[in-house]
């Protein structure tokens, strides 16, 4: 009498299909780690209270991004070292050249004192500005508490204020200057028929 067919695999066809899962596993981690996470286009809206906080900036200065009613704000986190952020910023100084007088404000958020502290100074940041002809306000994140009030997690991240002070996009990743334009104009244009 013959032994009845388990159902089922056979120890070879498991191993074979063991060995194929492995692989799959490790080809998806392989590619999460070599693909540049910050690259993947992330816009998105929202409808939130931009963070009532008074930051220190570059000059000396403070400014509290949530007291900028009647303006656009871009508020932008970013690191010296942030290979995006070191990319996206002349389309941030190319956007505030060329439309700081139709209402919007950017401010370059600096997290030089946060969880994403990598070696940044001071003088590391004003080296930085100067290199790239930054006009825009620089804020200072000394502590990380704006960092993580705005709930930023990969840098850079971009945050669009509309004129009343809700935070209505936010853009994850760099950024061009004409995302910029396009985000910027349908904030000005909402902005406009409320009136």
């Known amino acids: 009498m013959s032994k009845p067919q388990q159902a089922g695999l056979r120890p070879r066809e498991r191993w074979y299909a063991l060995i194929g899962v492995v692989l799959a596993i490790g080809l998806i981690g392989l ?34 991004v949530s007291q900028q009613q009647g303006k656009v704000v871009l508020v932008n986190f970013w690191g010296t070292w942030c290979e995006p952020c070191i990319r996206e910023t002349p389309a941030l100084q190319e956007a505030y050249a060329r439309y700081r007088d139709e209402g919007l404000l950017i401010v370059g958020v600096n997290v030089t004192g946060s969880e994403f502290k990598q070696g940044n100074t001071l003088e590391d940041v004003q080296a930085f500005a100067d290199e790239f002809g930054v006009e825009y306000p620089i804020a200072l994140d000394v502590e990380g508490e704006a960092s993580q009030a705005f709930r930023v997690l990969p840098l850079p991240t971009s945050f669009f204020i509309d004129t009343q ?31």
């Open 31 to 64: 590619v999460w780690v070599l693909t540049d996470r910050t690259e993947l286009p992330s816009v998105g809206e929202v409808s939130r209270p931009t963070p009532d906080m008074v930051l220190a900036t570059l000059d000396g200065g403070e400014i509290n």
């Open 165 to 195: 002070g809700t935070i209505r996009f936010v853009r994850v990743g760099e950024i061009n200057a004409d995302e910029i334009a396009v985000l910027f104009d349908a904030l000005r244009q909402e902005s406009a028929a409320r009136r």
